[in-house]
């Protein structure tokens, strides 16, 4: 089983900054895309942002753009998420999640990752809070 750790959340003020971490246990070649979704009580996961495995493709949330830039390293198993200009819309627990081949190769980045349906591993999440 693919495990995947977060770290890197905490709590800004509004316009802060931070850098999310997700560390795969294991190797990644049977994985599509990876992502982060935010989730906050009550509602379902929403797709924040992904990185293809396959090649350098990359799709935002709309509200996210410009603002958040996700970027994987291999040689580390790790895909980041920057976040800027963070604002109170922002907060909620971000999880990292991994949509293997077999599940989403070949569809496109917004089909896998705006909702979790398509994810078939999941971290435990790291949280954000935003607030004066």
């Known amino acids: 089983q693919l495990r995947l750790v977060e770290s890197g959340g905490g709590s800004v003020q509004p316009g802060g900054s931070l850098r999310l971490s997700c560390t795969a246990s294991?190797?990644?070649?049977?994985?599509?895309?990876i992502g982060w979704f935010r989730q906050v009580p009550g509602k379902e996961a929403e797709g924040v942002s992904c990185v293809s495995k396959v090649d350098e493709s990359t799709w935002y949330a709309d509200s996210v753009k410009g603002r958040f830039t996700i970027f994987r390293d291999d040689a580390k198993n790790t895909v980041y998420l920057h976040m800027n200009n963070l604002n109170p819309g922002d907060a909620g627990r971000y999880h990292c999640?991994?949509?293997?081949?077999?599940?989403?190769?070949?569809?496109?980045?917004?089909?896998?990752?705006?909702?979790?349906?398509?994810?078939?591993?999941w971290g435990t999440g790291t949280p954000v809070t935003v607030s004066a």
């Open positions: 999640a991994a949509s293997l081949q077999s599940t989403s190769g070949g569809w496109p980045l917004l089909r896998t990752c705006r909702r979790g349906g398509a994810m078939d591993y």
């Open positions: 294991r190797f990644t070649r049977d994985v599509y895309a």
